[in-house]
């Protein structure tokens, strides 16, 4: 089989980490090997722009914010997540494009057309098999939530006006879901499990 391209979304605290272990621990099971990573930070230049986009002290204006977010996803995706599926790993990837088109899109105001567009160049076409949308009510992620970056700063409007995007970003999403993860960590993974074509 093909290996597949995983991605997860949703708000912050929504579990998405925990569900990237969870999952990966299922799949490493079946004899399936895994990569589990995150946007931003999942290369070297990635992990020294998350300390840039995530600085609550910094002043980013919002395409600045989008273009140092695509910069980290362009290393991504080619030093990282290319090269594993060439070699026959599947790549989970705690977010990606859809949570520039949210955040960026929907919450910064950035016109959604330049938002796709910038994706679809960063990318270079590399869309995910599957999507999941971790789907928590904002009030929920907002008590989860630990310490303040500068995206987690932002108010409930805010996260109200992600989340919203989020559902109605997912229906256009070839293989994509929406799993409530308000319920327990090992029902989340079931059901998201019950999408993969596994034997
Ligand atoms: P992340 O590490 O996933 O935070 P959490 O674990 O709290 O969900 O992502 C850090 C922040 O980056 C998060 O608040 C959302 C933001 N972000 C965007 O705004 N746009 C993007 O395209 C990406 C990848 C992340």
């Known amino acids: 089989m093909r290996p ?8 912050d605290a929504a579990g998405k980490s925990t569900q990237l272990e969870l999952l990966a621990a299922e799949l490493s099971r079946r004899g399936i ?3 589990t990573t995150r946007e931003p930070g999942g290369t070297d230049l990635g992990r020294a722009l998350r300390g840039i986009l995530l600085d609550p002290r910094r002043r980013i204006e919002p395409l600045a ?5 695509l910069a980290d ?20 990837s705690s977010r990606y494009t859809l949570s520039s088109l949210a955040y960026q899109g929907y919450g910064r105001g950035i016109p ?8 679809e160049i960063a990318t270079g076409g590399l869309s995910p098999d599957y999507t999941f ?9 907002l008590e989860r939530a630990g310490e ?17 995007a989020y559902l ?22 079931r059901r998201i499990l019950a999408h993969l074509p596994l034997a």
């Not at 597949?4 to 708000?11: A, D, N, S, T």
């Not at 959604?112 to 994706?119: A, D, F, P, S």
């Open 168 to 189: 109605q970003l997912i229906k256009s999403v070839p293989n994509g879901y929406v799993i409530d993860a308000t319920r327990p960590p090992e029902e989340v993974c």
């Open 73 to 92: 996803r362009r290393q991504h995706v080619e030093e990282l997540i290319k090269p594993a599926l060439a070699e026959g790993k599947w790549v989970i």
């Open 148 to 164: 303040t970056d500068r995206f987690e700063a932002e108010g409930l409007a805010f996260r109200a006006r992600v989340r919203e």
């Open 65 to 69: 914010e989008l273009f140092l977010l």
């Open 133 to 141: 949308l971790l789907d928590v009510p904002p009030e929920v992620a």
């Open 33 to 35: 090997d895994v990569v």
């Open 112 to 119: 959604m057309e330049t938002v796709r567009r910038l994706n």
């Open 4 to 11: 597949l391209f995983i991605v997860l979304e949703g708000p």
